[in-house]
């Protein structure tokens, strides 16, 4: 490290430099964890700079991406967000890179599975990568490896955080988690692991009934329903990921039918959806993720039918509690970005409705 600080601008040091440390960088072998934690910090502080004065560099780039992967194994505190933000960085510079996407993708995936929470970039998802991860998979729809990876980071960097599920749907992620899942053969063994990676990352997404709504439309539920009827040699590591999506699709189904809402609403399904939700929120069984979903719907009903009477009175009151709810340490609490249009929205309905 202190030799390629020495020699930043020399790219034949800092190529065959990284590479060397992606050979030897094992943290398992450092008895002291503070030593790791400090070469971890020196190294991340070398990748940024490295990548900051050899940006055209796809060599280095690609070396780099692949001693990212490795580094977010060992990763805490802010070390994981400034590993997260290296690796979008890197991913964005060298987008028809396969290396860069595929340890990319990977380095996503370590730094949110070993976090049990949401991280602080988690409340602005285009800055945790998932239009970089969308894109990749849309650039390497061939690339087994790729769509594999790229399936592992959307479930984990999904599975704390409703902001980020609600990012997936709206870039179009269910269609492309579906193709990624359809692309091979299934009897082969590594496809067998893209295919569990698939499904676990729609799982991820389904506990959303929003996006579990989108996910049956698309017939993902009726084939998957049909697999696990017809295929008996399916392997049993892919007939176990199916079947727990589909049992949590048969709980959306028992409990949430009416909880949805759909743009083709008139104002007394609305109306009825609202009070649904209402009811719902208040039941010991009500999922917190949830909450960010239903803020955002709310509005959008209350803008869509301004003059409701019905529809800004439940709507007020389902929002009252969902801003009750919500926990102060979690991605629903509304960004500064929201706020302004949530501050509208009930302007205006107080100001039309006066007398409700």
């Not at 592992?152 to 992620?173: D, H, T």
């Not at 069984?285 to 955002?296: C, V, Y």
């Not at 340490?329 to 039309?352: H, N, Q, R, V």
Request: hydrophobic residues 40%; charged residues 25%; negative net charge.
């Amino acid at each position: 490290i202190n030799t390629m600080t020495g020699y930043r601008k020399n790219p034949s040091v800092q190529v065959y430099g990284s590479r060397l440390l992606w050979n030897i960088f094992c943290p398992d072998a450092i008895v002291d964890p503070d030593y790791v934690t400090i070469v971890v910090g020196r190294s991340l502080d070398y990748v940024n700079a490295a990548m900051a004065y050899h940006q055209n560099s796809q060599g280095l780039h690609e070396i780099i991406g692949c001693l990212l992967s490795k580094i977010s194994c060992f990763t805490k505190g802010d070390a994981r967000e400034a590993t997260l933000e290296a690796a979008r960085d890197n991913m964005r510079a060298h987008p028809n890179s396969w290396i860069v996407a595929l340890h990319g993708c990977r380095c996503l995936a370590n730094v949110y599975t070993r976090s049990s929470t949401s991280l602080i970039s988690q409340q602005s998802a285009a800055a945790d990568g998932i239009p970089e991860i969308l894109a990749c998979m849309e650039t390497f729809r061939e690339h087994q490896g790729v769509q594999s990876e790229a399936c592992a980071a959307l479930a984990a960097m999904c599975i704390n955080s409703p902001p980020n599920k609600e990012k997936v749907r709206e870039l179009g992620g269910v269609d492309q988690i579906k193709r990624a899942y359809e692309c091979w053969n299934p009897n082969e063994e590594y496809c067998v692991a893209t295919k569990v990676g698939a499904v676990v990352a729609l799982t991820s997404l389904a506990v959303d009934l929003v996006v579990l709504s989108e996910i049956r439309e698309k017939g993902i539920i009726l084939k998957f329903e049909q697999l696990i009827e017809e295929d008996s040699d399916m392997p049993t590591r892919l007939r176990s990921v199916i079947q727990d999506l589909l049992n949590l699709a048969k709980d959306g189904e028992d409990t949430g039918g009416g909880l949805v809402f759909r743009e083709s609403f008139d104002e007394e399904e609305t109306c009825h959806c609202i009070r649904a939700n209402l009811r719902a929120i208040t039941s010991p069984d009500f999922a917190p993720n949830r909450i960010s979903h239903l803020r955002s719907n709310v509005l959008r009903a209350m803008r869509r039918f301004p003059t409701s009477s019905d529809v800004h009175h439940d709507g007020c009151k389902l929002l009252a509690c969902v801003f009750a709810l919500a926990p102060e340490d979690s991605g629903s609490i509304p960004s500064a970005e929201i706020l302004p249009e949530i501050l509208e929205t009930m302007m205006l309905s107080l100001k039309d409705h006066k007398n409700v």
